[in-house]
């Protein structure tokens, strides 16, 4: 059955004047308890929820929880538009809820989406906020190459550690000129802005989108290729500011990794590093009539492990006789945690996992879930009028998808515009269509930015672009000209999860037999004491989670008498902020929220 497409009413918003100031903004944030008891009886499941600093859209989703390696394979939906793979997938979403600063509620009917009653179980709950309401604050005004935004841009948020950075940067590239801006600096003053130049030898040309090794920042990598020759890979350069970068011709070959064979495309992703491996991907899209896409895994030192076949995904016979394009992509790339979504012009989004791939050798395992046609979200020829009905690889027509990102939790938005889309469309974990949504007041003219910084750094939120202002849309015979406002923009932007679970409710069913104190001192800097009671024997674990419900420490897990207990928790190498513990005694679990302050 076809869904009902979501559209998200805009405010009017005036874009904030240039200052000669630091970039300082107001962060989005939401909390919520980790860990939700619900009798699944047909009553309401009252959530409350902590919003602060902006007011947020939110929008409340309900996954399944442990089942992913009993969902293989699984490809349905109208026109087959949904493909999942040993993935946990989503039962429930609601429409986008407004939220304001402070305590609110969110409440489910214990239904999924289509009214069926949910039956006992254990449940991954997410909450995905944006500020849809507030006015778009500049972060910098010199990322000036608009198209290197749809695919050529990275935000890093940790050091070569792990840890998150007090001043977060941007890596941009076009062509060969590489440029980093730190946030947080004075979005007006170019001088901070610092570049390198790529110098590339006859016949080589490189990608927009570059990686830095992951241990040590100083390093990097760029998607090469050579028409001439027909062959492709990466090559590692040192970072020179203000100057040519230096190839490094200890690593690889000369400096270059095994080569793939490359026929010819202009759009491609660049690479990408989830840490331990380098990864790149190519196609060609508008250039090959015949079937043509490929994503590469590399080991750090250039050595090629794997090269997996997608054109089963990302060509279309049937759509290139219909008038469209053999090749869809994919053009642009993000990762995160592991995992990879694939995105192009055309109506596909896909998420990959290279590492579930190499350790089982199973290619299937590979992918994890792709949407395509047919659930009204970044889809193309959906209307009753479209001259070329339900073809997707079609790069001449809305909606158009440019910048993909992919954030902490899995979410996937996209930049896209026109054919319904005005900001951005949204895909769950699990690539199920969430519908378009709207930053205030934007209109569905041209854009391409939409980067996500999620790592508990002072400047977590959104970055986009304003180039919608100038409303360019395709024409026939080709793109209008546009006029916009330059530079990158921030909103506020939160997601978290957490579990809701039929377990016995401790404080209704037990509470003599098991009780929880709250943290002491609280607020706190850097330890804290948290002490509980059992009233038998039991096994018994003491985590701590942060606000989006990802696990974070371990304080304490093995078996202990009956009595009093006491454990401290140092958080010296964590940032300041709202955590909660979880203690669990058997069937038994209590949570509690507090504050480290530094």
Not at 67 to 77: C, L, M, R, T, Y
Not at 289 to 304: E, K, L, V
Not at 378 to 400: H, I, K, M, Q, S
Request: net charge negative; proline share 4%; aromatic share 14%.
């Amino acid at each position: 059955m076809k869904k009902t497409l979501v559209f998200i009413v805009a405010f009017m918003f005036v874009v904030t004047p240039s200052f000669a100031a630091d970039f300082a903004p107001t962060l989005l944030k939401l909390s919520a308890d980790p860990v939700l008891q619900y009798s699944f009886d047909g009553s309401e499941l009252n959530i409350p929820v902590q919003v602060s600093g902006t007011k947020a859209g939110v929008v409340f989703l309900v996954f399944t929880k442990g089942k992913a390696e009993s969902i293989v394979d699984i490809q349905n939906g109208f026109l087959g538009w949904h493909y999942v793979n040993k993935v946990d997938t989503c039962i429930y979403y609601s429409s986008l809820k407004s939220l304001g600063v402070g305590a609110n509620t969110i409440t489910w009917d214990g239904k999924d989406q289509d009214g069926g009653v949910v039956p006992p179980d254990e449940y991954t709950y997410y909450m995905w906020a944006f500020d849809n309401l507030g006015t778009k604050q500049k972060a910098c005004d010199f990322m000036a190459n608009a198209w290197a935004w749809g695919w050529g841009v990275h935000i890093i948020g940790v050091d070569e550690n792990g840890i998150p950075l007090a001043s977060p940067f941007i890596i941009e590239g076009s062509s060969t000129a590489k440029r980093k801006w730190t946030i947080g600096n004075d979005p007006m003053d170019e001088s901070l802005l610092e570049n390198t130049t790529v110098p590339l030898g006859t016949g080589w040309s490189c990608n927009n989108a570059w990686a830095l090794h992951p241990t040590d920042y100083n390093y990097f990598y760029i998607s090469v290729r050579n028409g001439d020759s027909q062959i492709a890979g990466v090559s590692k350069y040192k970072w020179v500011p203000d100057s040519d970068a230096e190839l490094q011709t200890d690593w690889g070959s000369e400096g270059f990794s095994d080569f793939y064979s490359y026929i010819k495309s202009a759009y491609t992703p660049g690479v990408q590093t989830d840490g331990t491996y380098l990864l790149t991907a190519d196609n060609n899209n508008t250039t090959s009539t015949t079937p043509d896409a490929s994503f590469q895994i590399y080991d750090m030192d250039g050595t090629m492990l794997s090269e997996i076949d997608l054109t089963n995904w990302w060509s279309s016979p049937e759509d290139y006789a219909a008038g469209g394009q053999m090749n869809g992509g994919p053009n642009h790339f993000a990762e995160k945690n592991g995992k990879v979504v694939l995105a192009s012009w055309q109506c596909r989004q896909q998420v990959v996992d290279p590492v579930r791939y190499l350790e089982s050798g199973d290619s299937e395992d590979f992918f994890v879930w792709t949407n395509q046609n047919g659930d009204y979200t970044l889809d193309r020829n959906f209307e009753e009028t479209a001259e070329r009905p339900w073809v997707c690889n079609d790069y001449a027509v809305g909606v158009f998808v440019e910048g993909i990102s992919i954030d902490n939790n899995l979410f996937v938005p996209a930049a896209a515009y026109d054919g319904g889309a005005v900001s951005f469309g949204l895909e769950a974990p699990d690539g199920t269509g969430l519908g378009y949504y709207s930053f205030a007041g934007e209109t569905a003219g041209f854009k391409v930015a939409l980067k996500f910084l999620g790592d508990d750094t002072p400047y977590d939120g959104v970055y986009m672009d304003n180039m919608q202002a100038g409303g360019t849309t395709y024409q026939e015979g080709g793109w209008a000209s546009n006029e916009y406002t330059s530079g990158l923009f921030f909103l506020g932007q939160d997601s978290i999860k957490g579990v809701i679970s039929s377990a016995v409710d401790v404080a209704e069913e037990a509470p003599a037999a098991f009780s929880v104190d709250q943290n002491a001192p609280n607020p706190f800097n850097p330890t804290t004491t948290i002490s509980f009671s059992l009233i038998e024997a039991a096994t018994v674990s003491v985590e701590v989670y942060n606000v989006a419900g990802q696990k974070v420490d371990t304080i304490a897990n093995g078996f202990m008498d009956a009595g009093s207990h006491s454990v401290v928790w140092d958080a010296s190498g964590f940032s300041a902020g709202v955590y909660f513990y979880t203690v669990k005694s058997g069937n038994l679990i209590e949570t509690k929220k507090m504050t480290l302050v530094k």
